[in-house]
């Protein structure tokens, strides 16, 4: 009978330390298990009481651009709470998944673009990039967060969430459509766009470095289920070399570093092993296959994803959802680089029992 209803024991406390050995494939006592991004009502479930999601408390930047002065992080607290109730070992949370470009409103407050107005070069130049504010946010709940866990006596670790150079021009700024025209037409326009997106995100993964990060997670979705969204050749060219310098203070600094995009990317994923990652996400089920990824890069890399939101987390049962975590367990928990996370994140339209369910076979099935 599997249970449905409480989160049932689990092998060892929350612990950073299991996560990073499991990113560089040394020994844990367990398959850690760590979602970016758990929305609301499965918080509010958890804790009995509303605490936002997992990435921010008063809206959702997974979605869309958020206002920073009415959006923050979960508070560490709840979050800690959350991480102690389902055995996650870290805690992630938006440090600026979009780059903030922003215009002057009519209220002389600075507004994120996300109109997709952005056509032109004069229409780039006639925007700020509001880089200080984003940075500095950053460093901020860096530091309250390992307050907080210090305080708590917790060895739950902080993650942060960043670096959309390329999904944040074709999602908000030029729209998609108008990117890759724009890539062929004027590519130097997108060249400098990126450019400008990379030399902040390079100041701000120093910065939360500095500020006592454990993990930083970059992420920018790249590709469809059946390709990168750009051909190799020019990714390569325009993409790559700049998420590399992104990932290079981490490197330099024995930071671990797990990457996300949706879609097949198998064309970047030796790219990406050169840049130093350590752990891939999420292995997107409608382009990947996890036990070819095993095969081809398991013993280079830590992977992590791939049970999927729709079958069987939405639409399963819990019997489903059980057998598919352990046959993900049976291919990717050898060599010990693995880390159970779904597919996208744990949606609210995902039933409640089911996310029980697949966190207590994670913790069932994933013990060495």
């Given at each position: ?5 409480t ?5 060892g406390e929350?612990?950073v330390a ?13 398959v850690p ?49 959350l991480?102690?109730?389902i ?6 949370f938006?440090?600026g ?7 002057m409103?009519?209220n ?12 032109t070069?004069k229409?780039?130049e006639a ?8 940075i500095?946010?950053a460093v ?11 305080k708590r ?14 999904q ?30 990379t ?10 470095i500095?500020?006592?990060?454990d ?8 590709a469809?289920?059946t390709?990168?969204?750009l051909?190799?050749k020019?990714m390569?060219?325009?993409w ?5 310098r992104?990932f ?5 600094a024995?930071?671990p570093?797990i990457?996300h ?10 790219d ?25 890069f398991?013993?280079?890399l ?10 069987p987390?939405?639409?399963g ?9 352990k ?5 990717l ?17 995902i039933?409640?029992?089911n ?14």
């Amino acid at each position: 009978m599997i249970n449905t209803k409480t989160i049932g024991p689990f092998k060892g406390e929350p612990d950073v330390a299991r996560l990073k050995a499991a990113f560089k494939r040394q020994p844990v006592d367990r398959v850690p298990n760590f979602e970016v991004l758990i929305e609301d009502q499965h918080v509010e479930k958890f804790l009995g009481k509303f605490a936002g999601n997992t990435l921010a408390f008063g809206g959702d930047p997974a979605k869309g651009v958020v206002d920073p002065d009415l959006v923050r992080p979960m508070y560490p607290d709840d979050f800690i709470d959350l991480c102690n109730i389902i055995g996650q070992d870290a805690m992630v949370f938006d440090a600026g998944i979009w780059a903030p470009f922003k215009r002057m409103g009519e209220n002389g407050k600075l507004v994120q673009v996300a109109d997709r107005s952005v056509k032109t070069r004069k229409d780039f130049e006639a925007l700020i990039l509001d880089s200080d504010r984003q940075i500095n946010d950053a460093v901020k709940y860096v530091k309250e967060y390992k307050e907080v866990l210090a305080k708590r006596n917790s060895k739950i670790g902080v993650v942060c969430l960043y670096g959309c150079i390329m999904q944040t021009p074709y999602e908000f700024l030029v729209g998609m459509n108008d990117f890759m025209m724009m890539v062929y037409e004027d590519r130097q326009l997108v060249e400098d766009i990126m450019e400008v997106e990379t030399q902040h995100y390079v100041k701000l993964t120093k910065a939360i470095i500095d500020a006592g990060v454990d993990v930083v997670w970059p992420a920018d979705d790249v590709a469809f289920k059946t390709g990168l969204f750009l051909p190799p050749k020019i990714m390569k060219e325009i993409w790559i070399p700049r998420m590399a310098r992104i990932f290079e203070p981490a490197v330099n600094a024995n930071i671990p570093i797990i990457f996300h995009s949706d879609g097949k990317i198998d064309d970047i994923v030796e790219d990406l092993i050169e840049m130093g990652l350590d752990c891939l996400n999420p292995m997107d089920p409608y382009g990947i296959n996890y036990r070819d990824y095993k095969k081809r890069f398991g013993s280079r890399l830590c992977l992590s994803g791939n049970v999927d939101i729709e079958w069987p987390l939405s639409k399963g049962t819990p019997e489903e959802v059980d057998s598919d975590v352990k046959e993900h367990m049976e291919v990717l928990k050898p060599g010990y680089g693995y880390v159970a996370t779904c597919s996208h994140s744990i949606v609210n339209y995902i039933p409640h029992e089911n996310v029980i369910a697949y966190i207590n076979a994670i913790h069932k099935y994933g013990v060495y």
